[in-house]
Nanobody, 126 residues
Framework: QVQLVESGGGLVQAGGSLRLSCATS????????MGWFRQAPGKEREFVAA????????YYTDSVKGRFTISRGNAKNTVYLQMNSLKPEDTAVYYC???????????????????WGQGTQVTVSS
């Protein structure tokens, strides 16, 4: 069992930055591919970014490319999402997720992920 706890959300003006963190429990963090998803009111949960087990590969949805950076610190059992040049349309609850042994590489699909955090609210004002 893996527990995920997000932090770092908040209210920021458009053009500002936030850094989300997702701390995980357990000693097998490096075995999990990690992802960030977000869900805005009235919308479905959508993929934002993902990182491979080793950290060598990263993936982003088109709308955040060049603005967001996902990284992981395996020694700290933590995954990060650095968000720059934030826009009002980035407003959502952000969730981190962990994909275990069943991971097939479809990093954009919520179905790939076995464990989810409780979410952290990000609000970008115009």
């Amino acid at each position: 069992q893996v527990q995920l706890v997000e932090s770092g959300g908040g209210l920021v003006q458009a053009g500002g930055s936030l850094r989300l963190s997702c701390a995980t429990s357990g000693r097998t963090f490096s075995r999990y591919a990690m992802g960030w998803f977000r869900q805005a009111p009235g919308k479905e949960r959508e993929f934002v970014a993902a990182i491979s087990r080793s950290g060598d590969s990263t993936y982003y949805t088109d709308s955040v490319k060049g603005r967001f950076t996902i990284s992981r610190g395996n020694a700290k059992n933590t995954v990060y999402l650095q968000m720059n040049s934030l826009k009002p349309e980035d407003t959502a609850v952000y969730y981190c997720a962990a994909a275990g042994s069943g991971y097939s590489g479809s990093y954009y699909s919520p179905l790939e992920y076995d464990y989810w955090g409780q979410g952290t609210q990000v609000t970008v004002s115009s």
